[in-house]
């Protein structure tokens, strides 16, 4: 018999660069599955790609979005362009478990139609996309933005419903998942996104990255108008313009949404000189940055959002003993617990970087929290813990396939 074949679809990042995405693909290839991932392109990729096994096929990603309504037309085009190549997929080698990974919502329907020609559909709930609309257009919206967002709850709800199996990346998202989605705890399993030790790892502190600084801060992820990265850099305008410590450097790693904007605001600032943005990053480069910083930082705002999120920089600043400097954000509290310092002024940029200042002053405490940090990540948080969890829901998956069930 053919191997299992799972087909991915991942909107918000290609892959590999979306490291959960291709930490899972990993998985299922050393478990004998074949796997197929379509994703948006991005600068320099191939509309296709073999990497360890798995197949890519990449299409040319929509204008990005700037206002509520091109949302939609974005998610539109993807959905179009996801469905043909998804079709075309099945023709040379039959799909038995299509596994979407949000946002956006959308991918229910590719779903269902997959479901009536005999596979089951898998929901990997990254993102909570009501609340992304929120966090970025504001709780108080007019009718219009009212009637989008409960769009967005009856395709969150029809995701859950066409789902055979949900996987949630923490306890906030299972309970979403049984409250909002009325998914029996049965068919909902917890899969963390842990760093590839074998991949993330300090290596020498790097001269070159460091140069004059005596001091690096480091951030990671995907540049959005929730993930507000636009306070680390009022932080370090405080930190260098204000206080006059100069020889404070942060690294900016990842791209997204705003980060032209982010330059323009270093450049106002005149951070040009503290600020470093590399663009999207590969291992090496992390591993590089990483092991030459003092402190990660997190300075995503609390909201709904991000307070019921998991954020992979923080696992990842972990596994590299950096403590984390954070606002008061549920879900990174239990992730981090006494390796992140908490600051309770929400959104405050002056609070951040006194945060920031307190702990560069303070060896002893920095190391302790960065030791206490990397301990948890190596023993409980770590993709070699996650990855059997995982592997276990998609064989679930596909015995209640029609392929699957012809096996049993």
């Not at 992304?132 to 709800?157: C, P, Q």
């Amino acid at each position: 018999m053919n191997k299992p074949h799972v087909l991915i679809i991942v909107q918000n990042l290609s892959v590999p660069y979306d490291r959960r995405v291709w930490l899972e693909c990993n998985s299922l290839i050393e478990d004998g599955f074949d796997v197929s991932v379509i994703c948006p392109r991005s600068k320099g990729d191939s509309k296709k790609e073999v990497l360890n096994d798995v197949e890519i096929y990449r299409y040319a990603p929509a204008p990005l979005a700037s206002s509520a309504i091109s949302f939609f037309v974005e998610f539109a085009y993807c959905f179009i362009r996801t469905a043909l190549l998804s079709f075309k997929i099945n023709s040379n080698k039959k799909i038995d478990v299509v596994q979407t990974c949000n946002p956006p919502d959308t991918y229910w329907a590719l779903g269902k139609i997959f479901k009536l020609l005999g596979a089951t559909f898998v929901f990997d709930q990254h993102d909570l996309c009501p609340e992304i609309f929120d966090a970025r257009f504001g709780t108080e919206k007019s009718l219009w933005k009212k009637s989008l967002r409960k769009m967005l709850l009856v395709f969150e709800k029809l995701n859950y419903s066409t789902a055979t199996k949900v996987i949630s990346t923490n306890e906030s998202y299972k309970a979403i998942a049984m409250d909002r989605g009325k998914k029996s705890e049965e068919d909902i399993a917890i899969v963390r996104s842990g760093p590839n030790e074998d991949r993330l790892y300090p290596v020498e502190s790097s001269k070159d990255i460091l140069g004059d600084f005596e001091f690096l801060l480091v951030y990671i992820g995907v540049m959005g108008p929730q993930d507000r990265v636009d306070i680390a850099i009022d932080a370090m305008d405080e930190i260098v313009n204000v206080r006059g410590e100069v020889k404070v450097g942060l690294a900016l790693l990842g791209d997204g949404d705003c980060f032209e904007d982010l330059q323009a605001q270093t450049q106002r600032l005149g951070l040009a000189g503290n600020v470093i943005f590399t663009g999207r990053a590969n291992d090496e480069m992390i591993r590089n940055y990483f092991s030459s910083a003092a402190l990660g930082l997190a300075p995503d705002p609390a909201t709904p959002f991000n307070s019921h999120s998991t954020h992979n920089k923080i696992m990842e600043y972990m596994i590299f003993g950096l403590p984390v400097v954070a606002f008061d954000l549920k879900e990174t509290k239990k992730s981090a617990s006494k390796a992140v310092a908490i600051i309770s002024e929400n959104a405050n940029h002056k609070a951040f970087a006194d945060k920031i200042l307190e702990l560069l002053k303070d060896e002893k405490t920095r190391n302790e929290m960065g030791e206490f940090g990397r301990d948890r990540v190596l023993k409980e948080l770590v993709w070699s813990h996650q990855s059997p969890n995982y592997v276990a829901v998609m064989k679930q998956a596909f015995a209640k396939s029609k392929r699957g069930k012809q096996t049993t």
